[in-house]
């Protein structure tokens, strides 16, 4: 379902994807079958154990890998190469912005492989540094800053595409807490104000809760869609109040039961609310996020 009026851009749907590395003994099967679909506005977390393979699954959707079986697609077409409408915020911004470069050129420097004039370049980076809550930084260089606005600056640096839909890897595992509450408000917030659509994969249960409107839980071995879960919190949520409330509680529960594996206990009479609820049974579920 579309959620927003103004959102914009296309669905991304996975359809049976599996992912392999290696070969013969060395191969290892980290997907399977996985499917999922995000449509235009929704923000959408996939929470999951480490080594999981969020991140080869972030990786498939932006188009830099591809998958080993079933397909990808943004609309009608298969995703088989990075997309202009599919912008990504990488794990970790200690690797990913340039020390040598000031804010605003690591702001801008995806741009300028898109032809993008440099005095265009320049107004559109200082107009994403003000959206993240950064104005006037563009002539520091990133080590100036601390790491919560280093982390500001590398989503400055996914909204500088104007994508309409932005991948972002575990975005605020690397900060402390009152920066990583300030993250996850600006993203709820550029979400509204942006019409975009946001997938965000992460370890972090408590966040995905917060932030989604839906949270799709990856588990098994190899990982698959265990359930696929609408979060009924509202849309105004508050760090104090949201994360208080009971049924904030009974949400994370339930993820964090799935995550660990306990099936039975996760199907009780607290299950939260799913598109098709077939408590207990993670393969019906998964079929429920398939028909999505
Ligand atoms: N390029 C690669 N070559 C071989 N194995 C890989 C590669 N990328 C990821 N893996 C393996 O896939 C698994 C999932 O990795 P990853 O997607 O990084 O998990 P997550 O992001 O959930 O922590 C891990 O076992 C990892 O070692
Ligand atoms: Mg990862």
């Known amino acids: 379902m579309q959620r927003h009026l103004k959102a914009r851009g296309s669905s991304l749907v996975v359809d049976g994807v599996g992912k392999t590395f290696g070969h013969g003994a060395d191969e290892h099967r980290v997907i399977e079958d996985l499917s999922l679909r995000v449509d235009p506005g929704e923000l959408v977390c996939v929470v999951g154990p480490s080594g999981a393979g969020k991140t080869t699954l972030l990786r498939c959707l932006s188009g830099l890998a591809r998958p080993t079986s079933g397909t990808i697609s943004y609309g009608e077409q298969e995703l088989t190469k990075p997309h202009a409408d599919i912008a990504v915020v990488f794990q970790d911004y200690r690797g990913s912005l340039l020390p040598w470069m000031k804010v605003r050129d690591n702001v801008a420097f995806p741009l300028e492989g898109m032809g993008v004039k440099r005095a265009a370049r320049r107004e559109r980076a200082d107009e994403c540094l003000a959206a993240v ?39 605020f595992g690397s900060v402390d807490a009152q920066s990583r509450f300030d993250l996850e408000d600006l993203t709820l917030s550029l979400r509204e104000r942006l019409g975009i659509t946001v997938v965000v994969v992460t370890h972090d249960i408590d966040e995905a809760v917060y932030l989604g409107d839906r949270v799709i839980v990856l588990g098994g071995s190899p990982t698959t869609v265990v359930d696929n879960l609408t979060i009924d919190l509202g849309d105004d949520r508050d760090q104090l109040r949201t994360r208080a409330h009971a049924r904030f509680a009974d949400l994370r529960t339930h993820v964090l039961t799935l995550i660990r594996g306990d099936r039975s206990a996760a199907g009780s009479a607290d299950t939260p609310a799913r598109d098709e609820d077939t408590p207990g049974q993670a393969a019906a579920v998964t079929e429920s996020a398939v028909r999505r």
């Open 133 to 171: 809550g950064l104005p006037g930084v563009g002539d520091k260089y990133p080590w100036q800053l601390s790491g919560g606005m280093q982390q500001r600056v590398a989503i400055a640096r996914g909204l500088a595409y104007e994508a309409p839909v932005l991948l972002m890897d575990e975005p």
